[in-house]
Nanobody, 118 residues
Framework: QVQLVESGGGLVQPGGSLRLSCAASGSIFTIDTMGWYRQAPGKQRELVATITSGGSTNYVDFARGRFTISRDNAKNTVYLRMNSLKPEDTAVYYC????????????WGQGTQVTVSS
């Protein structure tokens, strides 16, 4: 059993910043890739950024230059620092991990709401 607990969402004004955290616990052996996704109302869930166990990062276009993904392997935690937030960044943000074990299973957090509004 694997649990992911997210925190750090909330209401922020345009141009503001937030830092999301996602801590994994339970039957974890080794975490391979960790990532953040988001889903806005009426839209499909979309990738924001990923980070490998070795620290290599990948960002989609809207996140590059404004968002920073990082991880603390000792704490099994992934972070997403979001700067220069825009109203269109409003969404539920989900963390995702992939375990380096048989079947490479994926696990998801429950989601945290980020609202960018004045």
């Amino acid at each position: 059993q694997v649990q992911l607990v997210e925190s750090g969402g909330g209401l922020v004004q345009p141009g503001g910043s937030l830092r999301l955290s996602c801590a994994a616990s339970g039957s974890i052996f080794t975490i391979d890739t960790m990532g953040w996704y988001r889903q806005a109302p009426g839209k499909q869930r979309e990738l924001v950024a990923t980070i490998t166990s070795g620290g290599s990062t990948n960002y989609v276009d809207f996140a590059r230059g404004r968002f920073t993904i990082s991880r603390d392997n000792a704490k099994n935690t992934v972070y997403l620092r979001m700067n220069s937030l825009k109203p269109e960044d409003t969404a539920v943000y989900y963390c995702q991990i992939r375990l380096a074990t048989i079947g490479w299973p994926d696990y998801w957090g429950q989601g945290t709401q980020v609202t960018v509004s004045s």
